[in-house]
């Protein structure tokens, strides 16, 4: 048989699941797969986080240097957010620079911990106009299993949570922790015969005509958004899953607690 | 950037003296260009857009081409002169997102299937940009679409939602986005079907779906411009011969 | 019948017409399609002109930042030409960075500016060797309707004599319009059949053994001259395209005083 | 880059406390990512690699298909934070001239001829880097070879040696290899067929020649601990049905 | 850049004691190199140049061949070393514009239609340059093309003319270019037909005349010199067999 | 018959050549091919050699400028080592930026030249931690006849000998010789039918399994190597041609003298 055929056969059989409520893993709609956080894992970053959700596994590093602020924001610190989809992380996937995939991924991780608030960039100005921190946000996809996003979103901030800001390297200062004041929380979800997922396998990842990703705040806040695929929603559907997103981000977020 | 005005919003009236709930000015001009299949020049308030559609065509390289669908590819570009600090030619990160959206937020219209192997281009240029120029540039490539006699469900309107002074409202300018507390820029289907949804900012859950439900009062708004349009356009070149000759597919509404 | 059929027999019927002296839109072979010059259209450029010669519609922005002068330059101001050719413009454009066909639009325009002495580039220069005036011609084909050097030449010129420089912006005092002393204009003839044509079409361009532009200024000099395409030209040709060219570009040049 | 140590070696004992002849602490984990057909994890030392393997695989674009062979392709990549400085993603010409002769290693020890038309692809990622990735490299490459199950003669086996205060040592760590006198990565089969040998910095004839000798002496060491993890890896899951199921040519030798 | 001299031509003599209608002193070697199938070294005042032609040769990729006859390719490329500021290697915009004008400058002289789906590359390396390198590199070109054996109508021969000190002179030198009036580089067939032409600077139209039919004369003068080279390598190769076999094609007029 | 067919049967014919101890051109395994050296031939680089080895030929171009150290090296000048493979010297070679085998073989001549340090690269320090004179070696191969290596190595060392620091030019005080004190040589094998060969032509290049370059410097000791190819190599026949290149490195660099 085809791999065609296959892949229709298999559609079919995940779509009948759907329809009586069910996954191929056994989860809930609303639940996620098993989500661990190790920090500390790159010893030369001055932060890191390896996250395994289900089958994909994520590292984020941070690396920070002095340098310019940015023209029209002289008086904050820079972020800078890359996503890396390497070779090795899937079949699909190839080397060369990031493609839009991949700068979709950074940008909308990028957009969470910018718009939450999460670094206080105020404090990352040293002079203003002149010198601030600029922080790399290094996503590092290792393997991918599925919804790579909150992957991302996950590691990304427990890997600032463990950063030192290196002040010592550079002659200016003593080391502290990077100032980070909130957690935000990535939650994907896609509309499949109907139903929302969160936290799409692989499998049900490349079914889904639409993914769309909430990111919440610790004050159960919205501060970012990004729905993509060729599959419409209506206003309802996206009220749900902006709901099921602000009760799965609480118990993301209690993992931290864990670290 | 300018400095942070002390209020959005003075006795109902923003800084363009518009309502909460008002768009800016539109202009739209159908066809300005001739080599493309169709196209459409639109001015939204001081941004100014120009949208143009080719295809479906052969698809370049050949293992790029879909052997069951058209395949979409929209490129939103923004001139080196669109804005005050000169930009680089060619893609950034941001374009190629905007660029992605874009596309996601048509292909729901288009009827890929019926033409297999080839490419649908869809291609924005960003003349004059001043907040809200990937709405824009939806609406524009949605009337450039249906300049371009390319068979679809219905139109696309979009236009951003966000908040200001702790109000919500309808298609920020440009203070409103540098400085305001959130922007949603969305694209929807006339019957409310969201094909593009993107958000920045804060908002409560409650104030989002405010914020939702004025996009769709918004687009509605929107289309009726983009209807217009097209009737202006086509009712006269139609309308001696056969009073339905205004394809209804193309200024329709998807979820009919 | 196929395209290729077609195309033959296309250019036979426009092979034909010249050699009864006339062309396919009626012009007389020294005669320029209709133009149409406005000023102003990017308003957040510094200097801006769409330019409407038959069907071509070009585009052009300027804009203008401090920086540093050429080490060998260093008491003036620096003048940088990009031309675009986007794929919005003509199914054969492709998406990417400039081709040699851009490149040498950019080029042949930018040394008619450069060479004419247009721009009085000594008054751009505010340090010697520290800070001069950057000024970017930033050429945007929008519908490419044959004969993109004469139009981008022209739109090109018409910008710049719009332009202000932005001083205040950059708190270097007050603004002033661009320092413009002459209109050089670009005339671009083919040779076809034998007969030498004026502004030629995208019909006729495409048939054309050789273009061939030559840049005039507002004194009769001749300040840039490019041949292209395979077919040569004999000195008389090229004195016939020089004395068409001059008449031509006086004309042309009428048109600034309209804006 | 810190301080030149005055000494390398004190009393016998190096600067982490190893012998001359010793290697730094490996941890071998098999299998760790589940997208890849193999892949192993490696620390050495305090360097961190990861390596994976696809294939054998169809090659794209198919005009860099050999109709004789498989076609090998290696990446070493390191990760932007793996060092001190951080590094911008892509290829560094130091990365493309490391893949090259990473490749090398591998071909003498993989059946290509086996594969024609086909991609063996072997991902290398630095995590963290600490002197000595690439030979790292190649001992976690040739482990998820091993893992992928791809047909080989043998293992390889690298390691580097060096020369500090005017004494041959095995497996520089980052201090010897930033101050040191000479640097000699290797790689051989268990046989002490050398696929993959470079040299910096000074050493007479004789010297070098004491250098090779350790490097056999090391890389010996290495293949005991690839055999190892092999064997705990892949003896238990065969164990019970077949005791020889462990294939050879995984873990044997190429030479004998 | 050194500073403008106050006078070019004092007592009819140039800076480098040339009349206003002398070239500078012209070395040709033919087959300099021999993996190409054609090449020619030429020196020309200070300009070392080196050209190498290939083909009638298969064009990769397949989907740039033409049907119809051959594809000429011209790779016009400075040395990184060529001149006082290192130029960082690869292709800048000059010399993509350079090597545009420079392939046009030969498509009329080679009988393309007889090999199609082919290409015949034209590379030119300038190794040391001193102003007038596109013409030398033609020049050079026009020998190597012989060299190969390509049919051609005849050669084209190049020179630049130009104005310093009023007056108008043949072949610019660095400083002349540099502070000159005009530059006016021409190629053209022995016959006089115009491949080649380019023009900055300021000229009237008489004074362009004037130059026109200077560079006539230049390249009359080169003609000679190309055509002297060709007879020298190769009326010995052929001579005792057959007093014709010089290639009249290669060496006539492609007017006659 | 096939190019295939012909190739097998050449390589048939060498290998029967080698068995006998004899090679196509009647060299002895251990002899190089004329090698000639001459230096200026490029005026505008501060120093240059074309140097030809068989039918190889390569030009080597050494431009000097001022410029910032590394960070990590504060107080010694940098060598930036580049090779052009140009189309121009081998049917093979295609246009582009440098692919593998051309930036293999810039680095080996560069560890050769650094890690021998034939340049003082300390009295290149003009400023610690700001300015040092930046070494750029430009290897442009015109003719690829073999063993390109080999001659790249040759030519950049004797450009080197023969450059002087261009210190008026910068107004940083009088020209001097760039201070080179040590002549490195590389000399590569090929392995082929068990036995060693020095310095291969194009077409015993082809065949090799094994290429192994040594690089010894005039005190016979050893500063670079690189094996590369598919096939291994014993650590006895890597003993063999490191006596071989010792010995031969010994002859080659008395060929400078002679320049």
Not at chain 1, 174 to 201: H, K, M, N, Q
Request: overall charge negative; hydrophobic content about 40%; charged content about 30%.
């Amino acid at each position: 048989m085809s791999d065609d055929v296959m892949a229709e056969i298999h559609r079919d059989y995940l779509f009948n699941l759907v329809l009586k409520g069910e996954r191929d893993d056994g989860r809930a709609f609303d639940e996620f797969r098993d989500i661990s956080i190790e920090t500390g894992v790159a010893g030369m970053a001055e932060g890191s986080a390896l996250v395994t959700l289900g089958d994909t596994q994520i590292l984020v590093g941070i690396k920070i240097q002095p340098g310019e602020p940015f023209p029209d924001t002289p008086d904050v610190g820079v972020i800078i957010t890359n996503a890396e989809l390497i070779p090795m992380a899937s079949p699909e996937y190839e080397a060369g620079p990031p493609r839009e995939g991949a700068i979709e991924i950074a940008r909308v991780v990028d957009r969470g911990i910018r718009e939450s608030k999460a670094i206080d960039l105020e404090k990352l100005c040293m002079i203003e106009g002149e010198k601030v921190w600029i922080i790399f946000i290094d996503i590092h996809v290792l393997n991918n299993g599925g919804n790579i996003i909150d992957a991302a979103s996950i590691g990304s901030i427990a890997a600032l949570l463990s950063t030192t800001l290196p002040a010592e390297r550079y002659g200016l200062g003593e080391d502290s922790p990077l100032p980070v004041r909130d957690i935000p929380v990535a939650v994907t979800a896609i509309e499949f015969g109907g139903e929302l997922l969160l936290d799409p396998s692989l499998e049900e990842g490349k079914l889904a005509g639409t993914v769309y990703t909430v990111i919440t705040n610790s004050d159960g806040g919205i501060s970012g958004m990004q729905k993509s695929g060729i599959e419409p929603l209506t206003i309802d559907q996206v009220m749900r899953v902006v709901d099921m997103a602000g009760t799965a981000a609480v118990k993301i977020r209690e993992k931290f607690l864990e670290v | 950037m300018s400095e942070k005005p002390e209020h959005f919003i003075i006795d109902g009236k923003r800084l363009d003296g518009r309502r909460v709930d008002e768009l800016r000015s539109v202009k739209i001009k159908l066809s300005p260009l001739d080599r493309a299949d169709g196209s459409c020049y639109l001015e939204w308030g001081r941004n100014k857009i120009m949208a143009a559609v080719y295809g479906p065509r052969e698809l370049h390289p050949r293992h790029r081409q879909d052997m069951t669908k058209a395949v979409v590819q929209y490129r939103y570009n923004m001139a080196a002169f669109s804005v005050n600090d000169r930009i680089r030619p060619g893609h950034s990160r941001r374009s190629i997102e905007i660029s992605k959206v874009g596309r996601d937020a048509f292909e729901y219209v288009l009827f890929t299937k019926f033409f297999p192997k080839t490419a649908i281009d869809i291609f924005i240029e960003v003349l004059q940009a001043d907040a809200g120029t990937r709405t824009a540039g939806i609406n524009a490539a949605s009337l450039a679409l249906a300049d371009a006699g390319i068979p679809m469900r219905g139109l696309i309107s979009a236009c951003a939602v966000g908040k200001v002074d702790g109000e919500i409202v309808l298609d920020l300018m440009k203070e409103e986005d540098n400085f305001g507390e959130a922007d949603v820029p969305v694209a929807m289907t006339a019957g409310g079907k969201i094909t593009h949804l993107q958000m920045d900012g804060h908002l409560t859950r409650d104030e989002f779906y405010e914020a939702l439900k004025l996009a769709k009062i918004g687009c509605d708004k929107v289309y009726k411009l983009q209807r217009q349009a097209l009737i202006e356009k086509y009712s006269g070149e139609y309308a001696e011969n056969d009073e339905d000759a205004i394809p209804q597919a193309q200024i329709g509404d998807a979820d009919e």
